[in-house]
C-alpha cells in the first residue's frame, strides 16, 4: 500500500515563502503524477500544483509565477516552494500521488495534509 509523508508547512507572515514535501513509501507499481491539493475552510479541496511522469506541469492560476512545483516521479518525492504568500493560500496542503495499476487502471493516495497559515 502506498503512504504519502508530508513534511514542511508551518506559519508564514504575507510575503514570505514555504515549502512542503512529499515522499512516498510502499510502492507497487510505477507513479504517473505528483502533486498538491488544498482545502481552505469552508471550501472544497483544489488543485495547486501537479507534475507528471513525462514532465508535463500545471498550476492553478492564483499561484502561478510565485509556486514552484519540483520532484520524480521514479523517486517519489515532490515538492512545492511557496513564494510570496498571500492570506488566501491559507489551508491545509494535500499531497496527491496517482499510482499507475496497468490496464488502464489507476489509484489516488493522499498524504495526511499539512497546515499552511499565511498571516496580513
Known amino acids: 500500500q502506498v503512504q504519502l509523508v508530508e513534511s514542511g508547512g508551518g506559519m508564514v507572515q504575507a510575503g514570505g515563502s514555504l515549502t512542503v514535501s512529499c515522499a512516498a513509501t510502499?510502492?507497487?507499481?510505477?507513479?504517473?503524477?505528483m502533486g498538491w491539493y488544498r482545502q481552505a475552510p469552508g471550501k472544497e479541496r483544489e488543485l495547486v500544483a501537479v507534475f507528471t511522469s513525462d514532465g508535463s506541469t500545471d498550476y492553478a492560476d492564483s499561484v502561478r509565477g510565485r509556486f514552484t512545483i519540483s520532484g520524480d516521479t521514479a523517486k517519489n518525492t515532490v515538492s512545492l516552494q511557496m513564494n510570496s504568500l498571500k492570506p488566501e493560500d491559507t489551508g491545509v496542503y494535500y499531497c496527491?500521488?496517482?499510482?499507475?495499476?496497468?490496464?488502464?487502471?489507476?489509484?489516488?493516495?493522499w498524504g495526511q495534509g499539512s497546515q499552511v497559515t499565511v498571516s496580513s
Open positions: 496527491k500521488a496517482v499510482e499507475e495499476l496497468g490496464y488502464g487502471h489507476t489509484e489516488s493516495h
Open positions: 510502499g510502492r507497487r507499481s510505477s507513479i504517473d503524477l
